[in-house]
């Protein structure tokens, strides 16, 4: 903030409404104006050495420090006393000014501006009537008496009528100003609803389109164990894989670009060579254009290429750009020309397509706007600009279009250069594609079991009870329907869903924890409400899974816990029904919480725990083991890997060793062995 912004919020709070803050603002900078008539009189005063002492003792000094006065009333936000003080520093000058020092001057008319003054700032309509009739009689009286002026001089009406209309005129711009500004106050009030709407609306569309997709990919999973595997097999697969990875893509756009406009969304950017980028996207387009019969050409003409970005975001915003080019170009060409220009990389995707209308180019970036053509008629949902534009910009970069109908459209996308020359440069991505242990035998699931499934989706139940075949399943609508079986049946894990009519995941895990049940459980969420959620799983005895996942990844977690909690009962079992401490869950938690908050120090051990939460090594085992089945170090290396999965969900490019350090893995290798093993992913 520069000086003069902090001088006009002086007295201001951080629950100041715009009202309010309208009115300091105005205060501060009338008192500014203020003392620079006090400095003009007093500079006045000097050069012309005339009555030097009297004006400039008797009037600016006292003046100035009634102004001061009442600007630190005001700042010490005693608004209501430092506005009238104010307005009667104005009579009170304007009385000394007219009457004693430069009488006969007709700076009476000064007394017009009190009341008007006061309408400005007070709201309390007596205060301001007060005013009024006050600076009246001011303004008359006076001269009833002294002979400053011929007489008759203030008596004419028309001087009684300036002084009321332009009381009147202030207090109509008044009220007419407020009028407006609570219209518009309300006006935004329902943006911001509805806009809160649209984003629950998009993470719940995304959560209901992710059910689906999860068992989509689950069936083509199945078609490649249960049917052999002819070429025709292999190519429907092979479609379908590619069709459901689009949506998943176009869910994670629509959740991306709601979560910018709510909260503070914040991209990890690192130094990268965006020619490497281009290059990149080029070749995974280049078949597309063969395809469509179209020319697909890139020029590159920059010496330097580094710039600081985020670069899964800003490769999928200039993708978006370039399909596009593809969509809306029948023939001819497409350009990727990448120059260099004043401390800047420039990226222009030119076409020779149908051209944009210059009514509609300022309205493309929008979101969901969608220019009315035969080619949209197919499809497309007017988020891809929109997308495009914000990443672009989040990366300190800047996107804008030239076109013209019938001849084809340029949209040029340019970013600031990173000069150093010592910058790391990242080098691509070669980690990104899971591939999953393969699990030898989940002995676990083949001794008799029983789970509890809850999910009101039928399908989604169908296709989880497909994957645990081997186990007895009793399945429940919701939370309320889960509660109700579990009375009626002994039930040994639980898989529940997060979005459910009735009870929702959230209150159904409470409700089991209030109720006292151990029993493991694993929530299926949505990538969009993992976050906030979670944090009721007890982490070690409990589990989460973002949809779509993949059934070798729910087993391997199902056996984890199943682990945990036979340890758990063994440990319980193994000792006399008295020494098993009767633990309070919050103490769980609070442990859980502070390595959550510690662990990225590689020096943590089970030894800081005890010493923060005052109890001896052996009752923190005792506790542990008896609540989750693991020992302190175990749970230790398992809050790690959690809180390492949650970084990486938020910041997917961030680098192994960083990663590995974040939450106090010295080796990286040591590091991805137990994430591997743990997640079933390869990090
Ligand atoms: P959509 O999913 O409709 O393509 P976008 O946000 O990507 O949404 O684009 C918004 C609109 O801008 C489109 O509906 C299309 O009419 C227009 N548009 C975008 N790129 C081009 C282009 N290269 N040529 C012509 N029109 C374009």
Request: proline fraction near 3%.
């Amino acid at each position: 903030m520069n000086f003069y912004q902090q001088y006009i919020n002086l007295g201001a709070s951080a629950n100041s409404d715009k009202n309010e803050l309208k009115k300091i603002n105005l205060f501060n900078v009338f008192c500014f104006v203020w003392y620079i008539l006090i400095l003009l009189m007093f500079v006045e005063d000097l050069v012309s050495f005339k009555q030097i002492k009297q004006v400039t003792w008797i009037a600016c000094i006292p003046m100035f420090l009634l102004v001061l006065g009442t600007q630190y009333l005001h700042y010490k936000k005693h608004y209501l006393i430092a506005y009238i003080l104010f307005v009667l520093t104005i009579i009170t000058l304007t009385y000394y000014f007219s009457n004693y020092l430069y009488k006969g001057e007709l700076l009476e008319y000064y007394y017009f501006l009190a009341p008007a003054i006061g309408l400005i700032f007070i709201d309390k309509k007596i205060i301001n009537l007060t005013f009024l009739g006050f600076t009246y009689l001011c303004f008359f009286i006076p001269n009833l008496f002294y002979e400053h002026y011929p007489i008759l001089t203030f008596n004419d009406l028309s001087v009684s009528f300036l002084f009321f209309s332009i009381y009147i005129m202030v207090n109509y711009f008044k009220n007419l100003n407020q009028k407006n500004e609570a219209e518009l106050q309300k006006k935004s009030k329902e943006l911001e609803d509805l806009n809160q709407f649209k984003t629950q609306f998009f993470t719940n569309i995304s959560h209901e389109i992710r059910t689906p997709v999860t068992i989509i990919k689950g069936q083509v999973e199945e078609l490649k164990h249960n049917v052999p595997q002819t070429p025709e097999v292999q190519r429907i697969e092979a479609t379908v894989q590619k069709q459901v990875n689009k949506i998943t893509e176009m869910v994670n756009d629509v959740l991306d670009l709601a979560k910018m406009q709510t909260s503070n969304f914040k991209l990890e950017t690192k130094p990268y060579d965006i020619v490497q980028l281009i290059e990149r996207i080029y070749l995974n387009f280049e078949p597309l254009f063969k395809q469509k019969n179209i020319h697909f050409y890139k020029e590159i003409t920059c010496k330097n290429s580094i710039v600081n970005i985020n670069n899964t975001y800003v490769e999928r915003a200039i993708s978006n750009i370039i399909i596009n080019a593809l969509k809306y170009t029948n023939n001819g060409n497409v350009t990727i020309n990448i120059t260099e220009k004043n401390n800047k990389i420039v990226i222009a995707v030119s076409d020779t397509g149908i051209g944009i209308s210059p009514k509609n180019i300022p309205h493309i970036f929008n979101r969901f706007y969608q220019i009315n053509n035969d080619i949209n008629k197919a499809g497309g949902s007017g988020i891809g600009l929109a997308f495009s534009k914000e990443i672009i910009e989040l990366n300190g970069g800047n996107l804008s279009v030239k076109s013209k109908v019938d001849k084809g459209s340029t949209f040029v996308i340019s970013l600031p250069l990173l000069k150093e020359k010592s910058v790391k440069i990242t080098s691509e991505d070669t980690n990104q594609k899971k591939s999953y242990k393969t699990i030898p035998t989940i002995n676990l699931l083949k001794t008799k079991k029983t789970f509890l499934l809850v999910d009101d989706n039928q399908d989604m139940r169908t296709y989880l009870k497909s994957i645990l075949l081997n186990i007895k399943c009793i399945e429940a609508e919701n939370g309320e329907d889960a509660l109700k079986k579990l009375q009626s049946h002994k039930i040994d894990f639980i898989i529940t869903d997060y979005m459910m009519p009735k009870m929702n995941g959230y209150t159904f895990i409470k409700e089991l924890r209030n109720l006292q049940y151990n029993i493991p459980v694993i929530m299926l969420t949505a990538k969009a409400d993992y976050e906030s959620k979670i944090s009721i799983l007890r982490l070690g005895a409990d589990d989460y899974i973002i949809k779509p996942f993949e059934r070798e990844e729910l087993l391997l977690r199902i056996q984890h816990l199943l682990k945990n909690n036979k340890k758990r009962k063994e440990y319980t079992n193994s000792i006399p029904n008295k020494e098993i401490e009767k633990t309070e869950p919050s103490i769980i938690e609070n442990i859980q919480k502070y390595i959550y908050e510690n662990c990225s120090n590689t020096k943590f051990t089970q030894n800081d725990i005890a010493t923060e939460f005052g109890i001896s090594k052996s009752s923190l085992y005792r506790k542990l083991k008896s609540e989750i089945g693991l020992s302190p170090q175990e749970f230790i290396t398992e809050i790690k890997l959690q809180k390492a999965k949650a970084i990486r969900m938020q910041q997917p490019t961030i680098l192994l060793k960083q990663l590995a350090l974040e939450v106090g893995f010295k080796h990286t290798s040591h590091f991805s062995e137990k994430y591997t093993q743990r997640f079933g992913v390869k990090i």
